[in-house]
T-cell receptor, first 110, second 114 residues
């Protein structure tokens, strides 16, 4: 069965520091992969998606993610955190089904 | 602009009542989905529909019902059989399942039992 894991339910970084949110997928064939962001009491907004065109995917708000087949990973990064990045982040995989990871709450400290 | 509209934003239900959450999209998407979100439990699929007049149960369908009479609309009814309905409900849509389009989400409805 498909599954998506996100290491760390809560990540804290200082403003200006590197953001790294980890995601591992389970599919044995390269799936479609997504990162979504959710601000409090709002729906999910697409940050970026991987559809096999390029392994390094750039998204909105300065985020990017790299697809690594050998590690079955799709980690999300941003070079410099901003206070407005504080939110919940979900990794998702689309194969036969659409599967969300459990989410990682990002806190940005001043 | 195209998008998904969920209404109302906040909803209060008395115990034993049925309530209906609205979800409308003008994206011309074939597939629509309902998720429930509880603190610390991520997103759980309630029902989904890949085409008009057809829908399937998700992981937690008990106590819920849906209809898909129009492509644009996928209302969710929370029945009195749902024992713990207080949660944040999200509606989503996609052009087609399994083709890498991803989902577009509405802004959610927060349901509280009073």
């Amino acid at each position: 069965a498909q599954s998506v894991t996100q290491l760390g339910s809560h990540v804290s970084v200082s403003e200006g520091a590197l953001v790294l949110l980890r995601c591992n997928y389970s599919s044995s064939v390269p799936p479609y992969l997504f990162w979504y962001v959710q601000y409090p009491n709002q729906g999910l907004q697409l940050l970026l998606k991987y559809t096999s065109a390029a392994t390094l995917v750039k998204g909105i708000n300065g985020f990017e993610a790299e697809f690594k087949k050998s590690e079955t990973s799709f980690h999300l990064t941003k070079p410099s955190a901003h206070m407005s990045d504080a939110a919940e982040y979900f990794c998702a995989e689309e194969g036969q089904n659409f599967v969300f990871g459990p989410g990682t709450r990002l806190s940005v400290l001043p | 602009d195209g998008g998904i509209t969920q209404s109302p934003k906040y909803l209060f239900r008395k115990e034993g009542q049925n309530v209906t959450l609205s979800c409308e999209q003008n994206l011309n998407h074939d597939a629509m989905y309902w998720y429930r979100q509880d603190p610390g439990q991520g997103l759980r699929l309630i029902y989904y529909s890949q085409i008009v007049n057809d829908f399937q149960k998700g992981d937690i369908a008990e106590g819920y019902s849906v209809s898909r009479e129009k492509k644009e609309s996928f209302p969710l009814t929370v029945t009195s059989a749902q024992k713990n309905p207080t949660a944040f409900y999200l509606c989503a849509s996609s052009p087609k399942q399994g083709q890498g389009y991803g989902y577009t989400f509405g802004s959610g409805t927060r349901l509280t039992v009073v």
